[in-house]
């Protein structure tokens, strides 16, 4: 794993074998951050991914154990109890041009992985309520 720092924060390049969401809590952990919106693409060779079923009031999960590009990751990292957290969702372009998506539970890198780390002025903060993750957002006082 490589990173740049930026003007909005920083660039992370995951490495073939590195795995996406544990990368991420290590890097947050790593430079102090508590807030940040992310984005990225690349390519992986696995990826556990869900979708949210409210009927069963919890994600639905598949393991994909092939070559995906990584047409878009989109999320954030805030703190749970004081950790890292990553919240990510992906799309993945499969061989025959279809294409599967949903939560990333785990993704790891084939060629590379580019992601670019927006870090937020205030932190993030997450709580779990009946299972589910939700962002807390603190409104400003006028």
């Known amino acids: 794993m490589r990173s740049k720092?930026?003007?909005f924060g920083f660039i992370l390049v995951l490495a073939p074998g590195d795995?996406?969401?544990?990368?991420?809590?290590?890097?947050?952990?790593?430079?102090?951050?508590?807030?940040?919106?992310?984005?990225g693409v690349?390519?992986?060779r696995e990826a556990d991914i869900g979708t949210w079923s409210s009927q069963r009031n919890e994600h639905?999960?598949?393991t994909f154990?092939?070559?995906?590009?990584?047409?878009?990751?989109?999320?954030?990292?805030?703190?749970?109890?004081?950790?890292?957290m990553p919240h990510v969702h992906a799309v993945f372009?499969?061989?025959?041009?279809?294409?599967?998506?949903?939560?990333?539970f785990e993704a790891v890198?084939?060629?590379?992985?580019?992601?670019?780390?927006?870090v937020t002025?205030?932190?993030?903060?997450?709580?779990t309520a009946s299972e589910r993750d939700l962002l807390v957002a603190q409104e400003e006082e006028a």
């Open 19 to 39: 795995e996406l969401i544990r990368s991420l809590i290590a890097f947050a952990r790593s430079h102090d951050i508590d807030g940040a919106t992310i984005t």
């Open 121 to 127: 002025r205030e932190p993030l903060e997450r709580t």
């Open 65 to 84: 154990n092939e070559e995906l590009d990584v047409c878009a990751i989109s999320g954030n990292l805030a703190l749970l109890d004081g950790e890292p």
């Open 42 to 44: 690349g390519t992986v």
């Open 60 to 62: 639905v999960r598949h």
């Open 109 to 118: 890198c084939s060629t590379n992985v580019e992601i670019a780390i927006h």
């Open 5 to 7: 720092e930026t003007g």
């Open 93 to 104: 372009a499969r061989a025959d041009f279809s294409t599967v998506g949903g939560h990333v």
